[in-house]
Every structure is written in C-alpha cells, then in structure tokens.
C-alpha cells in the first residue's frame, strides 16, 4: 500500500517534474497499481473512538498534524525495491511524500 501523503518541505526544483495522468496509466498497464484514489479533504473526515464503552465520533481527522494523507495506490510489486522504484516516479515524491507498507496476510 502506497499512502500519498502532503509535506510541508515540498522539492523546490520543478524541473522534470513527472505527470501523475502519466504516472497512473504506466503502472495500471504495467499491471503494478491495482487500484488508487484520492481521498476527500480532511473536512470531511470523522473519527470514530471506543474509550471505556462509550463512542466517540469527532469531525475532522484524528491526527493534529500539517501533513495529511491525500490519497493512495494499492501496488503489486515484486519487492521493496521494485516498490521504491514506482513511488520514486510519482509526482508526490517531489511534491508531497509517499509511505510504503506491506499488507499483512491474516491467513499466515
């Protein structure tokens, strides 16, 4: 799973800077994204909490944070490396920052 998150330190050199219309439709032929969207702004986020049995939904996301997640790409990659070399050509890695993690297999 690859989260697209913001920066509040974006690259400053807009040279070369990857087209994400580019980007997407790559990977989609390539067969490595296997899905991906962008998310609502966080003023549409509510978090939802169990503390002491009692639920707690609260507007906006739960993290009090200037770096939010924007969106994501579900990605099949052979390895890590692979994964770092798809993240490295999105326009996010310039602009924003990009998390990898594996998913985990609850079946192991």
Same mark, same amino acid.
């Given at each position: 799973?690859?989260?697209?998150? +913001?920066? &509040?330190?974006?690259? &400053?050199?807009?040279?070369? %800077?990857?087209?994400?219309?580019?980007?997407?439709?790559?990977?989609? &032929? #390539?067969?490595?994204?296997?899905? =991906?969207? !962008?998310?609502?702004? &966080? $003023? /549409?986020? +509510?978090?939802?909490? !169990? #503390?002491?049995? #009692?639920?707690?939904? $609260?507007? =906006?996301?739960? /993290?009090?944070?200037?770096? !939010?997640?924007? =969106?994501?790409?579900?990605?099949?990659? @052979?390895?890590?490396?692979? /994964?770092? %070399?798809? /993240? #490295?050509?999105?326009?996010?890695?310039? @602009?924003?920052?990009?998390?990898?993690?594996?998913? !985990?297999?609850?079946?192991?």
């Amino acid at each position: 799973m690859m989260f697209v998150c +913001t920066d &509040t330190e974006p690259d &400053t050199d807009k040279t070369d %800077e990857p087209d994400i219309d580019v980007w997407v439709s790559e990977n989609d &032929t #390539r067969g490595r994204r296997l899905e =991906g969207s !962008v998310l609502a702004p &966080t $003023s /549409a986020a +509510t978090t939802v909490r !169990v #503390r002491n049995g #009692r639920l707690l939904v $609260s507007d =906006g996301p739960f /993290a009090e944070t200037k770096e !939010v997640i924007v =969106g994501y790409d579900l990605l099949e990659c @052979a390895d890590l490396d692979e /994964a770092i %070399e798809v /993240a #490295r050509a999105h326009p996010m890695a310039r @602009a924003g920052r990009l998390e990898l993690r594996p998913l !985990v297999d609850l079946n192991d």
